[in-house]
């Protein structure tokens, strides 16, 4: 650690959001610090970084970003795009296709593992002098001045006091900064679990990615390399441990009972990983010299995937207005500056957490209005061209006033 313990940005989380702000602000020749609890691992990627089936589907705004901060080039020989995208309730009629002539897009996102776009990220990161790593560190009291704000950390066997102009909390869901911050939270049990495999598949994907709503959750199936896709199957929390435990022929056969043969026969599968799923949201997401992004801001169901593309969406935005005040020499750290900042995200994050949030009580229960209701939806999108235009502009993250590392441009 550098002897000079002031920062002009302190980043709580060395994750994929923590980085891309890092990153996005390196043109600014700020002193960065990222805390992070875990030891470094001696490679580019962050500790448990799992590289089996862990897949991440980024919308176009998220390219977007990631060309704008260097990393897409390295992302984009792997990156799989979604042409298509087909979406449809089991046992019930109606159907909702989306591509990419109607957005007049490339794509209408990309399916990354996460170790390519970690990797991408940590690499990247490593190319400027000006962002440190603090780890492994952990935060243990925030002390806030009027002009700064200090972070005492404890690192091994001792502590230090670091100051900055402003805290950003980029720890996820769990945040213990967000306690410390003493910030409540809203949050909400769904009962359910997501696990997620690859899935070796008879027939091709065509680009095509599947979400298709079941009576136990929503099942989506994203397009990998050739011959395989991503499961991200949602399931309630007492079926998990069996899905989790089976063999693997008797999960595929279930599987298969859910998705049906739009790919064929499902024809083997990769280790499984189960995660329980809450909705989370933090009832203010900024204090004096501290702003929460992310998921310790919202921490969304992955129905959707919209999670880490809204997070960084929140680093566009964030690294817009500390960009646009340090360069006239403002306080990018106090409540003015930080609630131009929540008064722009506000919208799209309470759109994308109300839309995830209905979708799952719209499509998890089999009343019989709402099994009706729901099969003319997915007809009505289908057929309204100003609502299919809608619905592809929140999926690819388009939708509202546009940061500029969204729009390619440089801040």
Same mark, same amino acid.
């Given at each position: 650690? &550098?002897?000079?313990?002031?920062?002009?940005?302190?980043?709580?989380?060395?994750?994929?959001?923590?980085?891309?702000?890092?990153?996005?602000?390196?043109?600014?020749?700020?002193?960065?610090?990222?805390?992070?609890?875990? #030891? #470094?691992?001696?490679?580019?990627? #962050? #500790?448990?970084?799992?590289?089996?089936?862990?897949?991440? %589907?980024? %919308?176009?705004?998220?390219?977007?970003? @990631?060309?704008?901060?260097?990393?897409?080039?390295?992302?984009?020989?792997?990156?799989?795009?979604?042409?298509?995208?087909?979406?449809?309730?089991?046992?019930?009629?109606?159907?909702?296709?989306?591509?990419?002539? !109607? +957005?007049?897009?490339?794509?209408?996102?990309?399916?990354?593992?996460?170790?390519?776009?970690?990797?991408?990220?940590?690499?990247?990161?490593?190319?400027?002098?000006?962002?440190?790593?603090?780890?492994?560190?952990?935060?243990?009291?925030?002390?806030?001045?009027?002009?700064?704000?200090?972070?005492?950390?404890?690192?091994?066997?001792?502590? !230090? *006091?670091?100051? *900055?102009?402003?805290?950003?909390?980029?720890?996820?869901?769990?945040?213990?900064?967000?306690?410390?911050?003493?910030?409540?939270?809203?949050?909400?049990?769904?009962?359910?679990?997501?696990?997620?495999?690859?899935?070796?598949?008879?027939?091709?994907?065509?680009?095509?990615?599947?979400?298709?709503? /079941?009576?136990?959750?929503?099942?989506? @199936?994203?397009?990998?390399?050739?011959?395989?896709?991503?499961?991200?199957?949602?399931?309630?929390? +007492?079926?998990?441990?069996?899905?989790?435990?089976?063999?693997?022929?008797?999960?595929?056969?279930? =599987?298969?009972?859910?998705?049906?043969?739009?790919?064929?026969?499902?024809?083997?599968?990769?280790?499984?990983? +189960?995660?329980?799923?809450?909705? $989370?949201?933090?009832?203010?997401?900024? /204090?004096?010299?501290?702003?929460?992004?992310?998921?310790?801001?919202?921490?969304?169901?992955?129905?959707?995937?919209?999670?880490?593309?809204?997070? $960084?969406?929140?680093?566009?935005?964030?690294?817009?207005?500390?960009?646009?005040?340090?360069?006239?020499?403002?306080?990018?750290?106090?409540?003015?500056? =930080?609630? *131009?900042?929540?008064?722009?995200?506000?919208?799209? !994050?309470?759109?994308?957490?109300?839309?995830?949030? &209905? =979708?799952?009580?719209?499509?998890?229960?089999?009343?019989?209005?709402?099994?009706?209701?729901?099969?003319?939806?997915?007809?009505?999108?289908?057929?309204?061209?100003?609502?299919?235009?809608?619905?592809?502009?929140?999926?690819?993250?388009?939708?509202?006033?546009?940061?500029?590392?969204?729009?390619?441009? %440089?801040?």
């Amino acid at each position: 650690m &550098s002897s000079s313990l002031d920062y002009d940005l302190l980043i709580a989380g060395g994750g994929l959001v923590g980085g891309s702000l890092a990153l996005a602000l390196a043109p600014r020749s700020l002193r960065i610090g990222i805390i992070e609890a875990t #030891p #470094p691992t001696g490679t580019s990627e #962050p #500790p448990n970084a799992d590289t089996d089936s862990r897949a991440i %589907a980024l %919308a176009f705004s998220s390219r977007r970003i @990631l060309e704008s901060i260097g990393c897409w080039s390295t992302i984009a020989p792997k990156a799989i795009p979604i042409h298509h995208i087909h979406i449809s309730n089991r046992g019930h009629f109606g159907v909702t296709r989306l591509d990419t002539t !109607q +957005a007049s897009l490339p794509a209408l996102g990309y399916v990354v593992r996460m170790e390519v776009l970690t990797q991408a990220i940590y690499q990247q990161l490593k190319k400027f002098a000006q962002i440190e790593f603090i780890r492994p560190a952990k935060i243990i009291n925030i002390i806030n001045n009027a002009e700064k704000i200090q972070v005492q950390i404890t690192s091994q066997t001792h502590i !230090q *006091t670091l100051s *900055t102009q402003l805290l950003v909390v980029a720890e996820g869901g769990h945040s213990l900064t967000r306690q410390l911050l003493q910030i409540p939270v809203y949050q909400k049990d769904y009962g359910q679990t997501v696990i997620t495999t690859n899935v070796a598949t008879e027939r091709s994907h065509q680009y095509t990615a599947f979400e298709r709503f /079941t009576d136990t959750g929503p099942l989506a @199936l994203l397009p990998l390399n050739e011959g395989y896709s991503n499961v991200v199957w949602t399931v309630k929390n +007492a079926q998990a441990p069996y899905l989790t435990a089976v063999n693997d022929k008797i999960f595929l056969s279930l =599987l298969q009972q859910r998705f049906g043969r739009r790919l064929g026969r499902l024809i083997r599968t990769s280790k499984r990983y +189960a995660y329980p799923l809450q909705l $989370l949201w933090a009832q203010q997401q900024i /204090t004096h010299r501290a702003v929460l992004i992310g998921n310790a801001a919202h921490n969304l169901h992955p129905v959707a995937g919209q999670g880490f593309n809204l997070g $960084l969406r929140d680093v566009a935005a964030l690294a817009e207005m500390i960009a646009d005040a340090h360069k006239v020499g403002q306080d990018y750290g106090s409540l003015d500056a =930080l609630s *131009t900042y929540t008064k722009w995200r506000y919208r799209d !994050q309470c759109l994308v957490t109300k839309f995830t949030d &209905s =979708l799952i009580y719209l499509f998890s229960n089999d009343y019989p209005v709402l099994s009706q209701s729901r099969g003319l939806g997915l007809t009505a999108l289908d057929l309204i061209p100003p609502l299919k235009q809608l619905l592809i502009r929140q999926a690819t993250g388009l939708l509202g006033q546009q940061p500029r590392l969204t729009r390619g441009l %440089a801040l």
